[in-house]
């Protein structure tokens, strides 16, 4: 099973799109000596002149300097179809119509995430520099910071799991359910249980899941399994054998909202390892949380963005709204702020990574990262080193037991640069870690579903919360400490001690990861 879904990560992926091509000019090459020997210098020539025109257009693109590096080393080393695979990348009809449809249903919604004055004002006077931050998300990621919000912080699935199941039963309106991984099993069969309830109570349930799932995890066909019972359901992107890079964007976010006031994001799937029903990579530690209050408008809106992505109906957006009657628990905490935010590859703005650099460069104490993945451009190498160098305390905890191990191979050839740099990397003994969290100096932490990796930071789908001036933060720090005394630090003798052939295949696939 897991060498399969492997093996479909490949075929699917743009690493097919550059072996295929490059097993097609091989051919190719080996027909032209054969039919073509006296015309090879013309042949020759042309590609040359279409590579360095394809290479300087490619140097002048507004994009990040490692997708450049990737692209151009494609097109030097096998320039024919290095420049013909960059072109079909770049003229993909069904990404550009999804980029025209996404972009008018945050049109639709963004009367409903406007900036509320006086939180921003508020934020201003704790903090001028942290509010830099706030303008640029309402201005160029279209999310505003909310107030009168309460959040939970779960430091294992399998807290995420007992609250979500809690609030689910509660439910008396609607919920929606948009998920990266569903799989059938011990979690998903006790959800699948309460929404089944719901739907005969008279409650709304929309479920929508990646088509990656279609592969090894779900029938085709599972959507009509799930309207028969009443539960509205879709895929995004089902995967199909087609040569397109429409499916290479995946939705990897993690959201649920019931009736307008509570939500849930983080790193956890509906899938058993990740509450440890199932053991695959040892002990699997995730995190999430709960929001409960005005900022889950966001949530809301980011789920129904992407659902009304295949809908020809206008949808009432109003209708699911945070309730204007709602009343936070006597008991719950809402200092603070909370920014929730998406983060699309189908725009100029790499939100995620913003944000990430945004903590690292303001940081005055330390800098604290869970990540399952690390892989990474300059700008955040330079960032994490700089942070270190000027004496913030950087720690980042990464799996001891990888779920793909090429993706280990990548992260360790970063290791020896950031580890000279002063940046303290630990790895989890018992297991795999797949939280993705940043939290600095009591202050602010991010809580999501954004890897450091080139997917999340510019192929995917992505959501999380900025949390800033929370208590929730002070959990989210305990909550690293007590992972921390469970891992072993990563020294320079380890990183020399590597496999030798682990080491070079590493930094081969660094030249074309952007690409994978």
Request: charged content about 25%.
């Amino acid at each position: 099973m897991k060498k399969m879904r492997g093996l479909f990560r490949i075929i699917f992926g743009r690493t097919a799109f550059v072996v295929l091509f490059m097993a097609i000019q091989v051919g190719i090459l080996f027909g032209a000596f054969r039919w073509l020997e006296e015309y090879m210098h013309i042949v020759y020539a042309i590609s040359i002149l279409l590579s360095a025109v394809v290479i300087i257009y490619i140097f002048n693109e507004p994009i990040n300097s490692s997708f450049k590096m990737a692209w151009i080393v494609p097109v030097l080393v096998i320039p024919v179809f290095g420049v013909l695979l960059y072109i079909f990348v770049q003229m993909q009809f069904q990404t550009k119509l999804l980029a025209r449809r996404l972009k008018k249903n945050i049109g639709d919604t963004a009367p409903y995430l406007k900036q509320d004055e006086e939180v921003q004002e508020r934020i201003r006077e704790a903090s001028r520099r942290s509010s830099h931050l706030i303008d640029y998300m309402k201005d160029h990621a279209g999310y505003p910071a909310y107030g009168n919000t309460h959040v939970e912080y779960f430091p294992l699935g399998e807290d995420k799991f007992e609250a979500l199941m809690r609030e689910l039963k509660a439910a008396r309106h609607f919920i929606f359910m948009e998920y990266f991984i569903v799989e059938r099993g011990y979690m998903w069969d006790s959800i699948l249980k309460v929404l089944e309830e719901k739907v005969k109570e008279g409650v709304e349930v929309r479920v929508m899941y990646d088509g990656m799932c279609c592969l090894m995890l779900l029938p085709y066909h599972y959507p009509r399994v799930l309207e028969k019972k009443g539960i509205r359901c879709k895929m995004f992107s089902p995967i199909k054998p087609t040569l397109s890079t429409y499916q290479n964007n995946r939705d990897h976010r993690k959201i649920v909202v019931i009736d307008g006031h509570t939500a849930f994001t983080g790193g956890v799937n509906l899938a058993d390892e990740y509450i440890n029903r199932k053991v695959r990579f040892g002990h699997w530690k995730d995190t999430a949380i709960m929001l409960k209050g005005d900022a889950v408008q966001s949530f809301t809106m980011m789920f129904l963005q992407m659902w009304n992505v295949t809908e020809r109906q206008p949808e009432d957006y109003g209708k699911y709204a945070v309730p204007k009657d709602y009343e936070h628990p006597q008991s719950s905490d809402h200092s603070g702020f909370v920014l929730p935010y998406g983060d699309s590859p189908m725009d100029r703005e790499q939100v995620g990574e913003r944000v990430y650099l945004d903590i690292l460069n303001q940081a005055r104490n330390y800098v604290h990262i869970m990540t399952p993945y690390l892989i990474l451009d300059d700008e955040m190498v330079n960032a994490l080193s700089y942070a270190a160098k000027r004496g913030i305390d950087v720690k980042l905890i990464m799996p001891h037991i990888p779920d793909k191990k090429y993706a280990y191979m990548l992260a360790r050839t970063f290791y020896p640069e950031l580890t000279r740099a002063g940046v303290k990397i630990y790895e989890y003994t018992p297991g795999f870690v797949h939280a993705k969290v940043f939290v600095s100096d009591d202050e602010k932490a991010v809580v999501g579903t954004i890897n450091l990796d080139f997917r999340s930071l510019y192929l995917h789908f992505e959501c999380a919360a900025y949390i800033y001036r929370n208590s929730v933060v002070y959990d989210v720090e305990h909550d690293f400490e007590e992972t921390l005394k469970k891992c072993s630090l990563i020294t320079m003798e380890d990183c020399k001690n590597y496999s030798w052939m682990g080491k070079k295949l590493g930094r081969l696939m660094r030249l074309i990861a952007p690409l994978m």
